[in-house]
């Protein structure tokens, strides 16, 4: 207890107390605090986990936390440093923005290889593989040096997305996995506004010498990362974690067979886009409404940069406004989500993504060219990312049931990958179009604006056949 503070109305006598019981009562007071805090987390826990998965949340959460604290230092200041400091074209933060769709368009065959196989050590090595990748930038003194490690990062980093859907349906159950998984993306979100706070700092920092502030940075944090990869693999999600069952017999004469069961299982997975007619509409929604949103992610620096001049304390500042909104908003969404359906939070969040083009739209036409203006556009970010985080996925949990969530997840990530592969770079086409007509760049969130809506109505009609509401 601060000496300042005036002391509880327990501890208030009509005698000063001596010189040294005050620093023994205020380590008294200090260490109930602790254990008042420990305690009511504690309960939280138990409230929101049951008792068969607190062993692997506890894990989870864990690794989540160091995971925050590596990406919150690296990732919100990528495409400011490409553009800033490393003078990177608008086809090279394309390929930034582009690298993690890139490798989701190998989802399906990292699932067929998967197969059949403990989940959990493809989380971890795609992870602690990705983040290796990340301490290469001590190296990068380029523009491409620079986006070919951020880009090979992200690629690696996309292999556990079919695993680790596998291992969160596997450990937290349906009912309660949206309060659950909130509570692990709000333990990254606090981690990462600390490592952000810090990060900006540093990274603006002229301390390092001849080297410049990322270089010194990113390796750090990848090394934390690491840390939170290898915790991971204390994960024992129950079933995921057997032996991989045998192939059968027809599959086990040569690599042309493997070759053969690859291409399969490659079929049979798109093959739910024809089977499963509310998951189609589903997925024409993510494809539509992710396609709009990326078409923005290459501009986005540009009038950051260019236009509005913001700085990279200016970076750190909005990024942690927008992580602090995604904290709350992790805890709301989560209980909406499990309270009502992920397919109406899903359509809730892509309305409110509409709101991001507008304030971008009106910042530097009818509001001054100012970064401050640029506040609210972030705090929605912040509740549309929470928000979307736990829907989609959720989601995408509901459309799978109890059939194989590799396959749904992967067919997911590579719908994800093709629009992810195609969106930047046809983005990036549209900065050079409107520039050679001199028009103003912000066209391209009108465009934008006009897909993500259509990207709402194609989830209400997911979620509508999904309910039964209307037949094929």
Known sequence: MPEDEPASPTEVTDEKP??????????????????????????????????????????????????????????????????????????????????????????????????????????????????????????????????LVISLAQIIGTIATPAYAAVIKEVYPDDQRGRIVSLTRAAIIAAQMVSTLIAGWLLSSTAFGPLKGYQVVFPVAAIVGVAGAWIYSRVHPGESAMPREEAPEDQKSGPLDGVKGTLVFVWGTLGILKTDVAYRWFALSVFTYGFGNLLNLPIL??????????????????????????????????????????????????VLTTLISVVYIATGTVLPANAWW????????????????????????????????????????????????????????????????????????VVSIVLILAGAWMQNQAMRRQRGLISD
């Open 374 to 445: 640029l506040v609210p556009a972030f705090l929605i970010s912040g509740i549309v990312n929470a928000g979307i985080d736990i829907a989609y996925f959720s989601a995408l949990l509901t459309f799978a049931g109890d059939r194989d969530v590799s396959r749904y997840q992967a067919l997911q990530s590579f719908l994800l990958g093709v629009r992810g592969s195609i969106a930047p770079f046809i983005g990036s086409a549209m900065v050079g179009v409107l520039r050679a007509h001199q028009l103003n760049l912000r066209w391209i969130f």
């Open 18 to 147: 001596p010189t040294r019981a005050r620093p023994l009562a205020e380590w008294a007071s200090n260490a109930r605090v602790t254990r008042q805090a420990r305690v009511r987390a504690k309960q939280v826990v138990r409230a929101q986990v049951p008792a068969g998965s607190r062993a692997s949340f506890r894990v989870d959460i864990l690794s989540m936390l160091l995971a925050g604290l590596y990406t919150g230092a690296v990732f919100p200041f990528v495409n400011v440093i490409a553009r800033d400091d490393l003078k990177a074209s608008p086809e090279l933060l394309a390929l930034i923005t582009a690298a993690p769709f890139l490798g989701n368009l190998l989802a399906m065959f990292w699932a067929r290889a998967m197969e059949g196989q403990r989940k959990v050590p493809w989380v971890v090595g795609s992870w602690g593989a990705a983040r290796l990748v990340v301490m290469l930038s001590l190296f990068a003194v380029g523009a491409w040096p620079f986006a």
């Open 301 to 350: 620096p540009l009038l950051q940069v260019d236009e509005l001049h913001i700085a990279k304390w200016q970076v750190s500042l909005f990024t942690i406004l927008t992580q602090v909104t995604m904290v709350g908003s992790y805890f709301f969404w989560g209980r909406f989500v499990d309270r009502r359906s992920p397919q109406l939070a899903v359509v809730v969040n892509i």
